[in-house]
């Protein structure tokens, strides 16, 4: 096991790359290179979720596991089938910031179902112990490290320093979110078959995908063109889970989330359960759509850090308010008003309220300003 020391300086390094503006690819890596130096382990997965709903949005993997997703879709399910009290989204709801399955179950790790039927069968994986990426009460992402057959397990010592890094990890995959696609606007390629509308994906009763539509396989393929970054079948299972958890009536809420492409646009993925005239059940259709400003805007300004104050400030701007207006809304002097509007501009990296307005509303549409309109409403295609 590492020594203090050496934890000490893991943690400023984490605490470093949270604030140096690293997209969410870059940061994850950094951190699970600098990570490993006080927490050794064979295999590692990093992932973000949508702070409003907890769905995971994208997945990367390190070491033993990288390239290897060919059981994501069945990790997907037991993650989100509302059974497993060590899941991420359990964890956040016990406000437990880290645990270790060895110690988390006395050494009996296989009464855990993810556990049991996926990480020892088939990764020969001992071990396992996750973290939280929160920050306040909202969860931004997670953290799952293994050590195999052998291996000394992941110690409270290990576990507790995990805890630690919660709150840094969560701010570098909110900071990470937010970084602008590289390159000029006109690099930023457009959507696939954006004029054919939504793209859905059906799943049958037994898991498999039985139909897609236009421009489905495309979007999929670039959830997932990063570097590191594992194939789409851990979301979309996380949603076909969710679906039919609402199905049973052990969940009030359909699964949805919001989903950064690597171009800076937005998707809105959700699910709904189907039911056949025969009355059989089970089968899930996915829809994949681009989203509109209002679907984004609260995720973007949460991303910022904002405090309470500077998010109703930034909220009245976004509504067209000028200083006087927002000064006798929340009833504050105009002065109060300014140094909440040069903090919201400080931490959104803007000048001015123009280039706040365009940074919450623009950044995924500019490439595509001046693009016809097509029948669907939204940009139609540039491409050939």
């Known amino acids: 096991m590492a020594g203090s020391l050496t934890m000490d300086r893991v943690r400023s390094d984490v605490e470093v790359l949270a604030r140096a503006g690293l997209d969410v690819t870059t940061f994850v890596a950094e951190v699970e290179e600098s990570v490993g130096r006080a927490v050794p382990h064979v295999a590692a997965?990093?992932?973000t979720v949508d702070p409003a709903t907890r769905l995971l949005t994208s997945t990367y993997k390190f070491g033993d596991l990288y390239g290897n997703d060919s059981r994501d879709l069945?990790?997907?399910?037991?993650?989100?089938?509302?059974?497993?009290?060590?899941?991420?989204?359990?964890?956040?709801?016990?406000?437990?910031?880290?645990?270790?399955?060895?110690?988390?179950?006395?050494?009996?790790v296989e009464s855990s179902p993810r556990m049991e039927q996926l990480i020892v069968p088939h990764y020969?994986?001992?071990?396992?112990?996750?973290?939280?990426?929160?920050?306040?009460?909202?969860?931004?992402?997670?953290?799952?490290l293994f050590r195999g057959e052998g291996d000394t397990p992941f110690s409270d010592a290990e576990i507790t320093f995990l805890a630690s890094l919660s709150e840094a990890y969560a701010v570098g995959l909110r900071v990470g979110l937010l970084t602008r696609c590289s390159g000029s606007l006109e690099e930023c390629p457009p959507a696939p078959h954006a004029d054919a509308g939504?793209?859905?994906?059906?799943?049958?009763?037994?898991?498999?995908?039985?139909?897609?539509?236009?421009?489905?396989?495309?979007?999929?393929?670039?959830?997932?063109?990063?570097?590191?970054?594992?194939?789409?079948?851990g979301t979309l299972a996380a949603l076909v889970a969710g679906a039919r958890r609402f199905q049973d009536g052990t969940s009030d809420v359909l699964p949805r989330g919001r989903v950064r492409l690597p171009s800076g646009r937005w998707l809105v993925?959700?699910?709904?359960?189907l039911s056949s005239v025969d009355g059989r059940r089970g089968d899930v259709v996915i829809t994949?759509?681009?989203?509109?400003?209002?679907?984004?805007?609260?995720?973007?300004?949460?991303?910022?850090?904002?405090?309470?104050r500077e998010r109703d400030v930034t909220r009245l701007v976004l509504q067209g308010s000028d200083t006087k207006e927002i000064a006798?809304?929340?009833?504050?002097?105009?002065?109060?008003?300014?140094?909440?509007?040069?903090?919201?501009?400080?931490?959104?990296?803007?000048?001015?309220?123009?280039e706040l307005v365009s940074r919450v509303y623009f950044d995924q549409y500019a490439p595509r300003l001046g693009s016809e309109v097509a029948p669907s409403g939204w940009f139609a295609a540039t491409g050939d």
């Open 45 to 47: 997965c990093m992932c």
């Open 74 to 108: 069945e990790w997907g399910l037991i993650e989100y089938s509302g059974t497993d009290p060590t899941a991420f989204s359990a964890m956040f709801a016990a406000r437990r910031d880290s645990l270790g399955m060895v110690i988390e179950t006395a050494d009996a």
């Open 124 to 144: 020969d994986y001992a071990d396992e112990v996750r973290l939280i990426a929160r920050q306040g009460d909202l969860a931004w992402g997670g953290m799952a």
């Open 198 to 233: 939504p793209a859905v994906a059906i799943f049958d009763a037994e898991d498999r995908v039985v139909q897609v539509s236009v421009g489905a396989t495309q979007l999929l393929a670039e959830m997932t063109s990063r570097e590191n970054s594992a194939d789409a079948s």
């Open 269 to 273: 993925l959700h699910a709904s359960p």
């Open 288 to 308: 994949m759509e681009e989203a509109r400003p209002p679907e984004i805007v609260p995720l973007v300004v949460a991303a910022f850090g904002l405090t309470e």
């Open 328 to 354: 006798a809304v929340l009833h504050l002097s105009r002065y109060t008003v300014q140094d909440h509007l040069k903090a919201v501009f400080d931490k959104a990296d803007v000048r001015s309220r123009r």
